[in-house]
Nanobody, 121 residues
Framework: QVQLVESGGGLVQAGGSLTLSCAAS????????ILWYRQAPGQKREWVAT?????????????DYAASVEGRFTISRDNNKNTVYLQMNNLKPEDTAVYYC?????????WGQGTQVTVSS
């Protein structure tokens, strides 16, 4: 049973920064893509960013971002620490949400419990 635990959320003013962490209960070498999602109150859960495992190319892990966070957020993974990070800069009130990490392992989807990010204007 894979467990994912997010941390690092909090209250920050607009323009500020936070770094979220997602720690896995087993080696992240087992996982391919790791994703961050977020869900604002009354809204559907939306995809934020993806980082690949970096094993399929020569340039390390690949990353991809939703248009709303491109240029402000950076996703990275440290397989040796079994942790994925989401560095969030220039935060906006519309980034307020619960942030979740996700992976698919052996054909099952796994989610963490989420961490709350609140950005005040």
């Amino acid at each position: 049973q894979v467990q994912l635990v997010e941390s690092g959320g909090g209250l920050v003013q607009a323009g500020g920064s936070l770094t979220l962490s997602c720690a896995a209960s087993q080696s992240m070498f087992d996982f391919n893509d790791i994703l961050w999602y977020r869900q604002a109150p009354g809204q559907k859960r939306e995809w934020v960013a993806t980082v690949s495992n970096g094993f399929t190319g020569f340039t390390g892990a690949d990353s991809d971002y939703a248009a709303s966070v491109e240029g402000r957020f950076t996703i990275s993974r440290d397989n040796n620490k079994n942790t994925v990070y989401l560095q969030m800069n220039n935060l906006k009130p519309e980034d307020t949400a619960v942030y979740y990490c996700n992976t698919n392992y052996q054909y099952r989807d796994y989610w963490g419990q989420g961490t709350q990010v609140t950005v005040s204007s």
